[in-house]
């Protein structure tokens, strides 16, 4: 694939730095571990846990300096800290005649190529990572003096001549409780590496995109240009980046460290590739883990270096060439025509146009078709169902022989189509009543010259078609198979394929396979977890949608 220029900024390998770290680990944990440690350390280990050093020490401080050799390779700022700080206690220990003199040169060489590299380290702390490290060691301190004084029996005077003097709160004068070192010292340990981990972690999920930035992102999801995925970026959960022109822009959530955009850019095509960079260089700067759930093939490209793998196809259907007749759309038919037989009635309309008592009903529907679960998905569902909000949306109702209604399917814009964004129907209603509402929006779009209906995602698409399997692929379509009570993959496959539709790889896009973990755990928490409710707000998005209005 075609690298994006920018893309991996501090191109030089952070190997070398973390190589350093590791021979600092060395020159540090291997004469602690020896009962060799020069006084500094032993000094250290007492303001940091409360104990004369131990060998067990050796073991933590072996923790955060592997934190922070991660946190080399992750560019993290903090991690040049504490690099620079322990290389400079050791410097000092050397010139004060407290530890060797042969491990002068080596120090001084990692501190050269620390301060030589120091912009490669562009993962600055988070100022609420800092807070908390910070409130963290408020506590600690505060722990182990109350602890001192009020259990140990030690006074506040003895205290305050310990840390005055550099030996921790304890300082051996404990007489009292003769757990309470053991304790002190196992808290100040624990709230140590706590401190690195928080120091060295990502910055948290951003708040979602404001009302304004998302009347930007409307306009630009109405773009000619824009795929059939991009009204999804419209989600009130979503944050936005945009191209430096302002013509194109991701939207994403942050899980787990991973920052998750939904399909491609939206707007002008000439400037995805700016919105991609803004994207990476976002997550660059924060720490953040890039991905893309939903990339188009033809969108790969602009991803640079990143990995990706094929997880599925959109379904998508031409208006154009759509046709209920010949004996492949026999079971479209009959299903549609078993509605006609029932007395039902169908209407198209905008959103924003439904009264509030249809709407009413119209939601005691989508509650009955979901059995009371809560709303679900990232990549193809919107959010704020039948509350106006998105007044382009487009709904398909489907009413019974009395002039209630009994399902109904909201679309909304996408460039020169539209998405099916939910389909919801009670369970009692006769058989065909997603078939009618589809065929008749599909017949509807190409009434309007619209040209491509996106129906639902089929995921893992070739393992469900494949008509020979190997031992693998066996496996894999069975735990599908098995599973698709609970997550509707394979029943979903089949009910599209009724509709002889045309397919479109999507492709999940991501950094590297040692993000694979957290990865997943974002993607499925996104696709399966519970929509995040917003507060209301007036319907103030310019969808241009009203070529898909009947009459």
Do not use: C
């Not at 680990?25 to 602690?32: L, S």
């Not at 409780?177 to 972690?201: E, Q, S």
């Amino acid at each position: 694939m075609e690298a994006v220029e920018g893309a991996e900024p501090a191109a030089r390998s952070a190997a070398p730095l973390a190589a350093a770290t590791g021979l600092v680990a060395v020159m540090v944990a291997e004469p602690v571990a020896s009962d060799r440690a020069p006084e500094w350390l032993d000094r250290l280990a007492l303001l940091a846990t409360g104990r004369p050093l131990l060998p067990v020490h050796a073991l933590v401080l072996g923790l955060a300096l592997a934190l922070a050799a991660r946190g080399v390779l992750l560019h993290r700022r903090a991690a040049w800290y504490v690099l620079v700080g322990v290389v400079l206690l050791g410097l000092l220990a050397v010139l004060a005649g407290d530890d060797a003199a042969w491990r002068l040169p080596l120090l001084l060489a990692v501190l050269v190529a620390l301060w030589s590299r120091r912009e490669d380290f562009f993962v600055r702390p988070h100022h609420e990572r800092v807070r908390t490290a910070v409130r963290t060691g408020a506590v600690l301190v505060i722990g182990s003096v109350a602890g001192s004084v009020l259990i140990g029996g030690v006074s506040v005077r003895a205290v305050a001549r310990d840390v005055a003097s550099g030996l921790g709160a304890t300082g051996g004068h404990i007489d009292g409780a003769a757990w309470l070192p053991n304790v002190l010292a196992l808290a100040g340990a624990a709230g140590f590496l706590v401190i690195v981990v928080t120091l060295m972690a990502a910055d948290p999920a951003p708040p979602a995109g404001d009302e304004s930035e998302r009347r930007r992102v409307a306009g630009l999801v109405a773009h000619p240009g824009s795929d059939t995925l991009a009204p999804f970026a419209l989600r009130r959960d979503k944050s936005y980046v945009f191209s430096a022109d302002g013509r194109a822009a991701i939207g994403y959530r942050v899980l787990f460290g991973v920052a998750v955009a939904g399909g491609d850019p939206v707007g002008d095509p000439r400037s995805h590739g700016a919105a991609v960079e803004a994207f990476l260089a976002l997550t660059r700067r924060t720490g953040w883990r890039p991905a893309v759930l939903g990339a188009s093939t033809e969108a790969l490209p602009m991803w640079g270096p990143l990995r990706s793998f094929g997880f599925g196809d959109e379904v998508v259907v031409d208006p154009a060439a759509f046709s209920l007749a010949g004996r492949q759309m026999r079971n479209v038919r009959q299903a549609v025509k078993r509605t006609h037989n029932s007395g039902v009635t169908s209407r198209i309309m905008r959103e924003d146009e439904l009264t509030p008592a249809l709407r009413e009903k119209l939601l005691g529907v989508a509650a009955r078709s979901l059995g009371g679960a809560a709303e679900r998905g990232f990549s193809m569902n919107l959010d704020e169902l039948l509350t106006g909000y998105h007044p382009g949306a487009v709904v398909a109702v489907a009413f019974d022989g009395a002039g209630e209604p009994i399902a109904f399917q909201r679309y909304v814009t996408a460039g020169t189509g539209i998405s099916l964004d939910a389909m919801r129907r009670v369970p009692e209603g006769p058989n065909g009543l997603n078939e009618r509402l589809i065929v008749e929006m599909v017949e509807h779009a190409g009434e309007r010259g619209l040209g491509v209906v996106s129906l639902n995602f089929a995921a893992f698409r070739e393992l469900l078609d494949a008509e020979e399997r190997g031992v693998l692929e066996t496996a894999g379509y069975r735990a599908l198979h098995l599973l698709d009570p609970w997550i509707a993959v394979e029943s979903l496959y089949l009910f599209d394929k009724k509709f002889r539709p045309g397919y479109r790889p999507r492709s999940i896009v991501f950094r590297s396979w040692s993000d694979i973990a957290w990865l997943a755990a974002a993607l499925l928490t996104l696709e399966f977890g519970r929509t995040r409710p917003a507060a209301a707000a007036e319907p103030a998005l310019a969808e241009p949608a009203g070529q898909l209005e009947r009459p």
